[in-house]
């Protein structure tokens, strides 16, 4: 897959991250945007790299997709732990 492939990926896992964690996150879209493409990064390295699953080149291939939405989820819930709701 391209960049612009994992960019699309991290956008969608990040917001089905935020579906599955609804609450206010300090970032806000913007934050959360990121935390999802950085997620769909970490999650497919970490797939590729310890988990014997290399990256395919099909964008619809559910481990990929998985790894992402998991990474995202990781880094949201690492994210909302660290920095709290700031919005208060």
């Known amino acids: 897959m391209s960049i612009i492939s994992w960019i699309i990926l991290g956008l969608l896992a990040g ?3 935020k579906f599955l964690l609804p609450g206010r ?7 959360t945007t ?4 950085t997620g ?3 999650g497919g390295w970490i797939s590729a790299r310890w988990l014997d699953h290399p990256i395919t080149k099909q964008f619809y291939d559910g481990a990929t997709w998985a790894a992402a ?3 995202s989820l990781v880094l949201l819930v690492l994210y909302r732990i ?7």
């Open 15 to 17: 917001a089905i991250a």
């Open 25 to 31: 996150d300090p970032g806000g879209f913007i934050g």
């Open 34 to 37: 990121l935390i999802g493409i």
């Open 40 to 42: 769909a990064f970490i």
């Open 69 to 71: 939405i998991g990474g």
């Open 82 to 88: 660290l920095f709290g709701d700031s919005r208060r």
